[in-house]
Each structure stands twice: as C-alpha cells, then as structure tokens.
C-alpha cells in the first residue's frame, strides 16, 4: 500500500484507487494528479491500495479486497490483512475510491446511503448516476468506513477510465474544498438508483447481454444469454454493471430508479 499525501496535518480527505489490481485507472489517476500538484488548502491522503496485485496484474492476489473488510490482521490472505490497513487510513475520512468496469464506458457513482453530505458531493462530480448499495454492502468499503463514493471510470484498462479518474479526482479536491475551483455546472438532473436483485448467469462457453446499463427494461423482455439460454426480464428493472464477462456467476444486477438529484 503506497501512501501520499498534499499538504501539513491530518487529512480528513483521502483518494483510493486500485483496490483491485485488474483496475490500474485509480493508480494512474492518482499518479496524474500528484505528478502536476494542485495548491491545496487543506491536507489530502492517496492511497494505491493493492500494488500486489497490480504487479501481477489480477483482481486479487487471494481474496477480492472489497470483499474483505473490516479485514482480519492475522490472516494468511494478503488482501484479508491489507483491509485492515487500509480501514485504518481511511477511517474519519471523507474517501473517493476509483473503479472500472467491463459494462460501461462511462462514469457512475455507488455510496452505500444516499445522505445529504453525499448527494451534494456526487452532484460535485461528473457521473451519469449515482447507483445506492444499502443492503447489499457485506465485506464492502462501505461497511467499514462511513463516507465514501466509488465511482467506475470506464472500462477496465483503457486510456478514458484513465482520464476520468484524473478529471473525477480533480473535482472531488473542489467538492471537498481542499483546493480551488469551478463548481461543476450540470445541465440535467442526475438519475438515482436503488441496486437490487443479482441477474444469474448458468456456466457456459458463450454470454452475451441485450440491453444497455441505466436503460429501462420491461418485464418479459430478453436481457442476456448464456449458450442459447435466453435470460428474460422478470419484472421492469434498470440494468446495472451489467455485462457478459464481467462477473462469473452473475451477469449484473436489477435496480429501480428512485429519484433524481439537481
């Protein structure tokens, strides 16, 4: 685990990126941003979480990080023990944690519980949605540490999730007012969703999904297929980290949109 930080004192602000090691976007957002500093006004924390398995250029080394918290210091799994660590940093902290995905290309954000600090904050960053976990958080951040905004920067390994993570840290700095800035100036209002159900995926050789994530889907219609299993929506849903290869057991998950933030 590398730790960075800006400015004098204890920060009450912190950047995760690379939780997983299959997702460098976080590593390099942070890299960008440290390379050309920001003036800061009060002190910032980043954290490359997973260098391990960022190496080895895996998920996880022996067990999926953000699904390993409150974590257990004795363990013989590296990820099991690194939780504890991480925790450690980020506790009493306002965190960003860089994501990507193989379902979107574009940025969305995931708290555990929409509260007012939070949705001013993502209403702060430059996301399609913001996507609230609560009841489905078990080994998650979330769990662990009380204030936090993941956001998916794209798709795994591209040059945009890159950029994006770069362009989302930047404004998380803004929104938290360790540095000067622009307030983002949105143009339309920012859906909210619920997340909800997992879609099963059966073992096959083949998947491909029908639908497109945050879109609405209608009760009956085809959503995805394994082999020449066809997956039919059970009731009208919102698609979410939906995709083919993305997950092994599931294809993504259901989600009802709940409102929607100025």
Do not use: W
């Not at 990080?65 to 013989?76: I, K, M, V």
């Not at 209403?123 to 204030?147: H, I, M, P, W, Y």
């Amino acid at each position: 685990m590398r730790i960075e930080q800006l400015g004098d004192g204890v920060p009450e602000v912190a950047v995760v990126g690379s939780i997983h090691g299959d997702e460098p976007c976080g590593r390099d957002g942070i890299e960008a941003v440290l390379a050309d500093p920001p003036e800061v006004k009060r002190p910032v924390k980043f954290i490359i979480a997973n260098e391990a398995a960022l190496e080895a250029k895996q998920r996880y080394l022996d067990t999926d990080l953000n699904r390993s918290f409150p974590g257990d210091g004795d363990s013989e799994s590296h990820e099991t023990r690194l939780a504890v660590d991480l925790a450690a940093e980020l506790q009493d902290c306002t965190v960003l944690s860089l994501h990507s995905t193989q379902s979107y290309e574009g940025m969305f954000a995931l708290v555990d519980d929409l509260t007012p600090e939070l949705e001013e904050l993502c209403s702060a960053l430059s996301v399609d949605a913001v996507v609230q976990t609560k009841g489905a958080n078990e080994g998650r951040l979330f769990a662990t540490v009380d204030s936090v905004v993941e956001v998916e920067c794209g798709y795994q390994g591209s040059p945009e999730a890159a950029e994006n993570a770069e362009q989302v840290i930047r404004e998380f700095l803004v929104a938290t007012g360790v540095t000067d800035g622009p307030a983002l100036q949105r143009s339309e209002p920012l859906p909210v969703f619920q997340l909800g159900e997992p879609i099963p995926k059966a073992a096959a050789e083949q998947y491909e999904v029908f639908v497109r994530n945050f879109e609405q889907v209608p009760e009956g219609d085809p959503v995805a297929a394994a082999d020449d299993e066809t997956v039919l929506a059970e009731e009208t849903f919102h698609p979410v980290l939906l995709s083919a290869y993305g997950y092994e057991d599931v294809f993504g998950f259901t989600a009802d949109r709940i409102g929607m933030l100025d």
